[in-house]
């Protein structure tokens, strides 16, 4: 079995268990205000299992199945042996990563929570442009665009969202995930932005 239907698979059940639960959904749910005082640390990571809500999972776990397998099968190509694991630390390390602005803010703040995996998920999807940047990617069933256009137009909306502050949605964690999975294949294979850099000039 592939790590990415693993996780897949782990967080759906995770996630529905944890509807009809509020003292498992508690116990994983990133809250830094008990972090800091509990040194419950292992939320930063648990956090990606338990979701607000059916659409907020199905949202996360089809864009983790849709572009996790070939990112995984990209990570073995490139780095051999290493290649699952380094794939397995890249999406825990982007969760972690996007929510470590928020672990110093809030962590004074006793109501604030939150939780799912949109840091990792973006994180892979940000490899995938960085590997196939005239890959097409499609939200919902509008057109595909090629995903070297989608990923600046996505941080941009990411920072147009973060202040203008007006919902319950994490967009700084989703930016920051996303800058996580494009640096991290480059720290082990600084070629790769090269190879990016001169996709991108050949077709121009």
């Not at 199905?58 to 051999?80: P, Q, T």
């Not at 909306?157 to 964690?173: E, F, P, Q, S, T």
């Not at 999975?181 to 850099?197: A, C, D, H, S």
């Amino acid at each position: 079995m592939s790590i990415t239907l693993l996780l897949v698979g782990v967080t759906c059940i995770v996630s529905f268990l944890a509807f009809s639960n509020h003292a498992l959904i508690e116990s994983l749910i990133f809250y830094p205000y008990r972090m800091w005082r509990n040194n419950e640390w292992h939320r930063l990571v648990s956090c990606s299992f338990v979701h607000a809500d059916f659409g907020h999972l199905l949202f996360n776990m089809f864009a983790l199945y849709s572009f996790g397998e070939y990112i995984e099968a990209s990570f073995e190509g490139l780095y051999g042996a290493i290649g699952r694991p380094l794939f397995v630390l890249m999406y825990f390390g982007a969760v972690a990563t996007a929510d470590a602005y928020n672990l110093f803010v809030q962590k004074n703040n006793p109501q604030y929570r939150s939780l799912g995996a949109s840091g990792g998920v973006a994180a892979v999807i940000f490899s995938f442009i960085l590997l196939n940047p005239y890959g097409g990617i499609s939200i919902f069933f509008l057109p595909s665009i090629p995903a070297f256009v989608f990923g600046p137009l996505y941080l941009a909306y990411c920072v147009y969202m973060a202040k203008r502050g007006m919902d319950n949605i994490g967009h700084l964690a989703h930016f920051t995930g996303s800058v996580f999975g494009f640096v991290f294949p480059i720290l082990f294979e600084p070629r790769l932005f090269i190879r990016f850099i001169n996709l991108l000039t050949n077709a121009l």
